[in-house]
């Protein structure tokens, strides 16, 4: 089977699964960091149970058709740029960056966007507007629901090629910190997240870089979160989330 | 009881023996599944209850609460897979991986084109070590020139830095990586398997560990997989299950099983890349090292003394 079906199934299940934590904390006014724990356990439970269900056991088989690297045509010829950037990649590396644009695209110049934004900042504001802040927030949990389902599905398979409990370990919630780190901006999450890959990948490719080839590998493993701490601490100033961020909405109040 | 290595290993130990002395699960041997730390006391004093007369723990994270119940159920005995453990009524069981990494070495050293091999451990620890240490050994006693490449990636969970270390191994002239790094070196076949994919000529290799993981190498009509260092807990668990049947059970001993009883393997699956030639150059020095010809190093120190000495 191809690929690509295999991430669209990912994007509807991950948008499908995503109604539970609209229904709790959207309908329910139920507290979203419990109710988004509750659904990280629950996830990787019904993961792992449907694939001993299938399977018969703990963990899947090797993908047969995952996404290959492959070479851009065209691009992949300009000389210097293309070998770095067009050469040997996986299509879906670029798909996400182009998300990240869509989703600035989407958030900052379409109607849809502003009143997106405005069920986050002031719902009130934008209940009094006729905006509909229930349907609002339903929309925008199920959208962050398939992107991760997409996500997920794209991790296992370019880099894991399975599924076990420990395929999905901690990405999610570095996905947070890049959202905190990038200034709850899109095209800001996406260049934190970039700088996470390049942390990572320090420490492994430090052997062939002539400056670091000295430094003690220790340094270089916790290169990524002591630059991410700094880098919160220091030098992108206040990361201010949405101001009503976490916070249900209650027709009515004030 | 499925992961397929360790534990489900030695569970097929178990029910093999179970079915040579006809008894079935429930009914002879059973097993208890602990999914998280907290779950082991509970189910050892389940097992001591239903007066099994034998425990196994597999895997060193269950060390220090079998060495407790050991201590307060002395009539009932222990065995621990992969650590030692002091207790009169208990016995350690280890497997000799340095042998086992030796021999694939000395088949990566035949196999290589390129004299440049690459080691990917999980984390650095004795245990790795002792993998690294024997595979070392076994490509340089084949041919000194050969270099090695060591990583750790400081996880056994950690596809995605597998796949990076394997990149950078294979970009840098390396064509065969030795893995002794769990779920780590999913990434590192991963890597194999996407070259493979663009370009079938290329001529690289993946060595798995603990079983034979020649189907994690499978892409398209090729195999990626040159061998795997089988380590084969079934074995152990098997012998020491029927040495305790019949009242010898080797309590307060360290167990170590090797080439001796079979417990460690080369495994030969991919006919095309294990050519004649490199099994019958395995099975030499398989020879050497049974007529004590060869001494494998299990340590960095060791391994500097080994390769002095070639």
């Known amino acids: 089977m191809d690929p690509w079906v295999s991430i669209i199934v990912a994007t509807f299940i991950g948008a499908i699964f995503s109604i539970i934590h609209a229904v709790a904390s959207v309908s329910f006014r139920a507290n979203q960091v419990v109710s988004g724990v509750a659904i990280n356990m629950l996830a990787l439970g019904i993961g792992v149970y449907l694939t001993k269900q299938w399977y018969g056991k703990g963990q899947t088989d090797m993908v047969s058709e995952p996404f290959f690297r492959t070479d851009i045509p065209i691009l992949a010829d300009i000389p210097i740029i293309g070998p770095i950037f067009f050469q040997g990649i996986y299509v879906t590396s670029y798909i996400a960056i182009i998300f990240a644009f869509i989703a600035w695209y989407v958030l900052y110049r379409t109607p849809f966007g502003l009143r997106l934004r405005a069920v986050g900042e002031h719902p009130m504001a934008a209940d009094t507007n006729g905006i509909n802040v229930y349907r609002m927030r339903y929309i925008a949990v199920i959208l962050s629901g398939a992107l991760g389902g997409l ?41 934190a997240a970039l700088f996470f890959g390049l942390a990572q990948s320090l420490s492994v490719v430090s052997g062939g870089i002539p400056v670091l080839q000295d430094v003690p590998q220790v340094f270089l493993l916790i290169a990524p979160y002591v630059l991410t701490i700094l880098a919160l601490a220091g030098f992108i100033g206040r990361a201010e989330a949405p101001r009503a961020n976490g916070e249900p909405y209650i027709k009515g109040s004030r | 009881m499925d992961d397929k290595s360790f534990n489900q290993s030695a569970w097929e130990g178990l029910q093999e023996w179970g079915k040579e002395n006809g008894l079935e699960k429930g009914n002879g041997f059973d097993y208890a599944q602990s999914n998280e730390k907290a779950d082991y006391i509970p189910n050892l004093n389940r097992l001591i209850r239903d007066e099994y007369d034998l425990i196994f723990g597999i895997g060193f994270e269950l060390k220090e609460d079998l060495q407790k119940v050991a201590k307060q159920y002395p009539d009932t005995h222990f065995a621990l897979v992969d ?197 019958d150059s395995v099975n030499e020095w398989k020879e050497k090292i049974l007529n004590g010809d060869v001494e494998v190093p299990q340590t960095h120190e060791e391994l500097k003394g080994f390769i002095d000495s070639l």
Do not use: C
């Open chain 1, 151 to 191: 996500g997920g599905s794209v991790f296992a398979l370019t880099i894991v090629s399975n599924f076990s409990h420990s395929t999905i370990v901690g990405q999610g919630f570095m996905a947070l910190a890049a959202v905190i780190f990038g200034k709850w901006h899109p095209l800001g999450a996406m260049g």
């Open chain 2, 83 to 279: 650590d030692t453990i002091e207790a009169d009524n208990a016995v350690s069981i280890t497997f000799k991986e340095h042998i086992g990494s030796f021999l694939v070495g000395v088949a990566a050293a035949q196999k290589t084109e390129t004299n440049k091999l690459g080691f990917v451990g999980g984390v650095d620890s004795p245990l790795i070590n002792k993998f690294e240490s024997g595979f070392i050994a076994g490509a340089k006693s084949v041919n000194p020139d050969i270099e090695v490449e060591v990583e750790y990636a400081e996880s056994f969970g950690d596809p995605a830095k597998g796949k990076i270390i394997a990149s950078n191994m294979y970009n840098n002239g390396i064509d065969i990586i030795y893995h002794a790094s769990g779920g780590t070196g999913n990434g590192v076949f991963n890597e194999a398997k996407d070259i493979k994919q663009n370009d079938p000529e290329r001529k690289i290799w993946v060595i798995g560990v603990d079983r034979d993981q020649h189907e994690e190498g499978q892409i398209g009509d090729h195999n990626v997989t040159l061998t795997s260092m089988v380590k084969r807990v079934d074995v152990a668990v098997k012998n020491v299950t029927e040495q305790a049947m019949n009242g010898e059970f080797p309590g307060g001993e360290k167990l170590e099983f090797g080439l001796e009883e079979d417990a460690i393997n080369v495994a030969t699956t991919n006919e095309d890349a294990m050519t004649k030639e490199i099994v």
